[in-house]
């Protein structure tokens, strides 16, 4: 499921978010696949490296943070980061233009926004 539209609209200019999130899972319970399910639900996505994803969402930081959270357990760790902008190292083979693309959509308006 991608792109909920449960997310609720409560910053005032009514906006989407550029946000990276982090997570570390300690054992005992590692509840990888819920965790990841729960990030993808929240909009186009992509995963950097095994506990790094970028979203563009229409939660804001809270409210992504808030449905993930119920997939962890209390020793676990979430970040949840809302960026307006950012560099990344070019490396083997970097997603470069896999993140261009949902990005450029942040700065478009809703209405003539494609359809993922």
């Known amino acids: 499921m991608r792109g909920s539209p449960l997310c609720l609209r409560t910053n005032r200019f009514d906006m989407a978010y550029n946000l990276f999130i982090a997570y570390d899972l300690v054992q005992p319970s590692q509840n990888y696949d819920a965790v990841r399910q729960r990030i993808r639900a929240l909009g186009e996505s992509h995963q950097y490296q095994l506990?790094?994803?970028y979203v563009h969402t229409e939660c804001d930081?809270?409210?992504?943070?808030?449905?993930?959270a119920p997939a962890m357990d209390v020793?676990?760790?979430l970040l949840v980061i809302n960026a307006g902008d950012?560099?990344?190292?070019?490396?083997?083979?970097p997603p470069i233009d896999a993140v261009k693309?949902?990005?450029k959509l942040a700065s478009q308006p809703s209405a003539v926004r494609p359809t993922l």
Do not use: C, K, Q, Y
């Open 75 to 77: 020793n676990d760790r």
């Open 101 to 103: 693309a949902i990005w």
């Open 51 to 53: 506990s790094l994803f």
């Open 86 to 93: 950012g560099v990344v190292t070019d490396w083997g083979r």
């Open 61 to 68: 930081p809270s409210e992504a943070f808030n449905r993930i």
